[in-house]
T-cell receptor, first 116, second 113 residues
Framework: DADVTQTPRNRITKTGKRIMLECSQTKGHDRMYWYRQDPGLGLRLIYYSFDVKDINKGEISDGYSVSRQAQAKFSLSLESAIPNQTALYFC???????????????FGPGTRLLVL | RKEVEQDPGPFNVPEGATVAFNCTYSNSASQSFFWYRQDCRKEPKLLMSVYSSGNEDGRFTAQLNRASQYISLLIRDSKLSDSATYLCVVNGRLTGGGNKLTFGTGTQLKVEL
């Protein structure tokens, strides 16, 4: 079984709809992240969490919200989806133990979201 | 200027060739550097970390030049299975503390028969 899972894997929705993307991990990591990937722009950080109920904005948090109610789960919500939120969304966890040169991020398989 | 810049490619090389990718970063305070590999429509996966002294893992060699703020990845004896996009990744500080990874847009490699 995969260590980091995301649901759904693909989603088509309409402008104005509220949707939630789920991320679960079995790695026991405290740190979790949500990114989006767009062609030509690389991965951009949306939100991150270092512990249960710890929430921090990334570089492109507008239009998104997150929830971290358990160590293993980190959900991303689009309250009112718009077409420019069409992207590939990745959840990641990291095994940070104090040494910045050793941190590795482990990504989920991604969710392809299309907003019409 | 982008925080992390890479040549998008694609680099089309024959099997067995040696290929090198470069990446430049803008934040001189960055402390850690990585190469991730991303296959088409898949998640990124860590390929290797990059240390000041350079490091090698089989056919892959990564080097860091802090003075010029660039990172390189050398792949020797390319295999068809090396075809992927290679992401240069640099750390930066998060306001809440800890490590933020800034990703380049990636360099696409296609290894051909």
């Amino acid at each position: 079984d995969a260590d980091v899972t995301q649901t759904p894997r693909n989603r088509i929705t309409k402008t104005g709809k509220r949707i939630m993307l789920e991320c679960s991990q079995t790695k026991g990591h405290d740190r979790m992240y949500w990114y989006r990937q767009d062609p030509g722009l690389g991965l951009r950080l949306i939100y991150y969490s270092f512990d249960v109920k710890d929430i921090n904005k990334g570089e492109i948090s507008d239009g998104y919200s997150v929830s971290r109610q358990a160590q293993a789960k980190f959900s991303l919500s689009l309250e009112s989806a718009i077409p420019n939120q069409t992207a590939l969304y990745f959840c990641a966890t990291s095994d940070f133990i104090g040494d910045l040169t050793q941190e590795t991020q482990y990504f989920g398989p991604g969710t392809r979201l299309l907003v019409l | 200027r982008k925080e992390v810049e890479q040549d998008p490619g694609p680099f089309n090389v024959p099997e067995g060739a040696t290929v090198a990718f470069n990446c430049t970063y803008s934040n001189s305070a960055s402390q850690s550097f990585f190469w991730y590999r991303q296959d088409c429509r898949k998640e990124p996966k860590l390929l290797m970390s990059v240390y000041s002294s350079g490091n090698e893992d089989g056919r892959f060699t990564a080097q860091l030049n802090r003075a010029s703020q660039y990172i390189s990845l050398l792949i020797r004896d390319s295999k068809l299975s090396d075809s992927a996009t290679y992401l240069c990744v640099v750390n930066g500080r998060l306001t809440g503390g800890g490590n933020k990874l800034t990703f380049g847009t990636g360099t696409q490699l296609k290894v051909e028969l």
